[in-house]
């Protein structure tokens, strides 16, 4: 794909300067590098983990004259080591090769708005987010709506993006966050009036705002972040890029620009090369297996602790917790919900991170337990309708098929609903225990207070009478914990505790 940029020239000097029987004519090549959703430390993986991104930055950076390294979020949180230092060792290491341009995703602001400004404070990137403000309406003390990079006689400007749902999906406070799309059609007619040649905006979004921002054509290059998966597009407009999570590949924009001046008119053209990169094929760079030996090193000492057997397989893929019933959901809601006595739990798929399967006969550690649950949170009990538990319900199941956070995991519950029938409008029956649910009558949940705040959609649970003090309240990875270690031997089962039917 080529692009042709035509601006005419301002001033008698740019002018005087050509001879009007001659063209000048330069090329630059400019290469965009792209990381995002990277959470583990990964040096003793055959490919990923920040160190072998960081390999590939060094390269890129060795081999080609111009590179913008980017990071497009998600990557303080979370983590088994997050869990204990709220994304600490996550800045150490990205500041041993620290991005040109961060952009924060909704990971960022999972330990809240002081954590969050912490974090940042210290990472040693430019930090850019345009429809991010603080509180007060201002911008975040060192962050930017825009960066502008000259290359010779090349301007190429970017916009970050935050993630618009970060106060569904995360904790930001009081911070301000607007969405993406009017944000990116203003800031990019606004590069565009300062000269700028190419618009790259790096955006933490979802599908269907990446749809929305690739088809207003407001960008030259899209590089985003969130969905975990491997994108490349280009639909002769704009190109738009999202590597892998957790740096299993990152992608390469290799751009050949020629600016060529003639008599009173600039022309700009460019032609893009599309690189995926497979980070298996880069060594782990020394300094970052030291780094991360030494922190791995201080996680086993704390973490190597057996707390029970699982006597069946257990199954925590992402695409089981977030769009069925899964085993490891069953055995984290009854872990809750014998922790604080309660009628039911309920508790979003998405909290459940480790996106493995464990055999029959595995024994459970503090480690599996905690890389299942990493973000930190507390199990509430809370005075609920039964009208509330099918609010709750209806939104936990409005996006199914399609693999999301909000889906839940039960326990107590017995659930069938209908796919087919409009989102909100799916619970079919609902059991608790082996009675029918009674809209008007009151039960008391288990859950955890990222729900309780209306995290995930989760609104109807907003305000509800809390049995257990945020001061009482237990982290759910030690509620779990406790839980098999009380059992000894788990046996979670797919038993039909949510079912799709008429």
Do not use: C
């Not at 390269?59 to 994304?87: C, M, R, W």
């Not at 960008?219 to 890029?241: C, E, K, M, P, R």
């Not at 109807?460 to 001061?471: D, E």
């Not at 237990?474 to 799709?500: H, S």
């Amino acid at each position: 794909m080529k692009h042709l940029l035509k601006t005419a020239l301002a001033g008698s000097t740019a002018l005087l300067a050509l001879s009007s029987a001659q063209a000048l004519a330069e090329d630059v090549d400019i290469t965009l590098l792209l990381v995002s959703d990277i959470y583990e430390m990964g040096a003793d993986w055959d490919r990923g983990g920040f160190s072998r991104a960081a390999a590939v930055a060094r390269a890129e950076k060795e081999a080609h004259e111009n590179v913008l390294y980017f990071h497009a979020g998600d990557t303080i949180s979370p983590s088994l080591f997050s869990g204990f230092d709220q994304g600490e060792h996550v800045i150490d290491l990205l500041n041993m090769e620290p991005p040109d341009v961060f952009v924060p995703g909704n990971h960022e602001y999972d330990f809240g708005e002081a954590i969050f400004k912490e974090r940042m404070g210290a990472l040693n990137s430019t930090k850019l987010a345009a429809n991010l403000r603080d509180s007060d309406g201002s911008e975040i003390t060192g962050f930017a709506d825009t960066a502008i990079y000259e290359f010779g006689p090349v301007k190429l400007g970017v916009i970050g993006l935050t993630a618009e749902d970060s106060p569904v999906k995360s904790s930001p406070g009081d911070l301000q966050i607007t969405a993406a799309l009017p944000t990116l059609e203003a800031q990019a007619s606004a590069l565009r009036d300062q000269g700028v040649d190419i618009v790259v905006a790096v955006t933490h979004s979802t599908v269907a705002v990446d749809a929305d921002l690739i088809a207003s054509g407001a960008a030259d290059y899209i590089l985003s972040g969130d969905d975990h998966f491997l994108q490349v597009i280009d639909n002769g407009v704009t190109g738009f890029v999202e590597p892998t999570s957790d740096a299993m590949n990152l992608v390469a924009i290799d751009l050949t620009v020629t600016v060529e001046v003639e008599e009173d008119e600039r022309d700009v053209e460019w032609h893009a090369n599309y690189r995926v990169i497979d980070t298996a094929d880069y060594a782990v760079p020394e300094d970052y297996a030291t780094k991360v030996a030494d922190l791995q090193s201080e996680l086993d000492r704390e973490l190597d602790v057996p707390v029970g057997t699982v006597t069946t397989p257990l199954d925590s893929r992402r695409s089981s917790v977030r769009t069925m019933e899964a085993t490891m959901g069953n055995l984290v809601a009854d872990g809750m919900r014998h922790a604080v006595d309660a009628d039911v739990a309920i508790t979003n798929g998405g909290g459940i991170r480790a996106d493995r399967e464990y055999e029959a006969g595995h024994e459970l550690t503090r480690k599996d337990v905690l890389s299942e649950l990493p973000f930190g949170n507390l199990t509430l009990k809370l005075e609920v309708t039964g009208a509330d538990i099918v609010a709750a319900l209806e939104n936990g199941l409005q996006s199914f098929p399609d693999a999301t956070g909000r889906f839940p995991q039960v326990s107590g519950l017995t659930v069938v609903f209908n796919p087919d029938k409009p989102a909100g409008e799916r619970v079919v029956s609902v059991k608790v225990g082996d009675a029918d649910l009674d809209p008007n009558a009151t039960y008391s949940l288990a859950t955890n207070d990222y729900m309780a705040r209306g995290g995930d959609g989760y609104t109807m649970f907003v305000g509800k009478p809390n049995l257990i003090t945020l001061t009482d309240a237990k982290l759910m990875a030690n509620d779990v914990m406790a839980y098999v270690r009380q059992m000894g031997e788990v046996a979670p089962t797919v038993e039909g505790r949510i079912t799709t039917g008429m």
